[in-house]
């Protein structure tokens, strides 16, 4: 089932493409996790763009520069984009590097699922507590489960990047984890049990 309404989420896909008309750009979040699973569609978009693309934006759209935040932000038709750039806001992975990290999908530039979820978890961090955090959830669970995703790769990212508190609470997610499966079509106790377990011996080095 899908975790935000069908309206908000067929005019942020409407915007999206509409955005890929305009400039290059690197999809990150929610619809990040759908082009990589095709499970669970986003509402909010957020994308990393050079400076020559942010003065294309500029032109086009009011742009809020959030300098606590270190990233931009936009209105377009009521979808809210969040617009981080290279040299300047604060990832986990510097977006410059993310660049190196990322593949073709479907006609949208994305990282590779080892870098994303990274991506997912430091956005989880900093809200878990709340509705958006819950969706992380749901996105870093499906990344595990649906995107082929190269867990050897992920966990020498977080040394590379001195991120490794990273596995230990991606373990307590899973281990916390029971209406996020449910969003993912999973119901069955026993399933998610046996998923669980599966998915955290992957993480064993």
């Known amino acids: 089932m899908e975790f935000w309404n069908d309206i908000a989420i067929e005019k942020s896909w409407k915007v999206l493409i509409g955005l890929r008309k305009e400039i290059d750009f690197i999809l990150i979040g929610g619809w990040a996790c759908y ?3 095709h499970i669970i569609k986003s509402k909010d978009i957020d994308i990393i763009v050079d400076f020559e693309g942010l003065e294309k934006l500029r032109k086009k759209h009011p742009l809020k ?11 377009i038709e009521g979808i809210s984009i969040e617009i981080y750039v290279p040299f ?8 410059e590097e993310i660049q190196k990290f990322s593949i073709q999908v479907e006609g949208f530039r994305i990282p590779e699922p080892e870098t994303l979820l990274i991506l ?4 989880e961090l900093a809200r878990k507590d709340s509705v958006k955090g819950q ?10 489960m649906n995107s082929e995703i190269d867990l050897k790769k992920y966990l020498q990212l977080l ?4 991120l490794v508190s ?16 449910q969003y993912l079509g999973i119901q069955n106790p026993r399933e998610i049990k ?3 377990k599966r998915l955290l011996e992957g993480l064993k080095e």
Not at 65 to 75: C, Q, V
Not at 120 to 123: F, G
């Open 35 to 37: 082009l990589l699973t």
């Open 65 to 75: 520069k959030t300098p606590f935040l270190k990233k931009y932000e936009a209105l």
């Open 88 to 95: 300047y806001s604060d990832f986990a992975i510097p977006p």
């Open 120 to 123: 997912k978890q430091q956005a």
């Open 135 to 144: 969706k992380d959830r749901v996105d870093i669970i499906n990344l595990l």
């Open 159 to 162: 040394q590379k990047f001195k």
């Open 166 to 181: 990273y596995k230990q609470r991606l373990k307590e997610i899973l281990l916390s984890a029971s209406r996020e499966f």
């Open 194 to 196: 046996l998923r669980k």
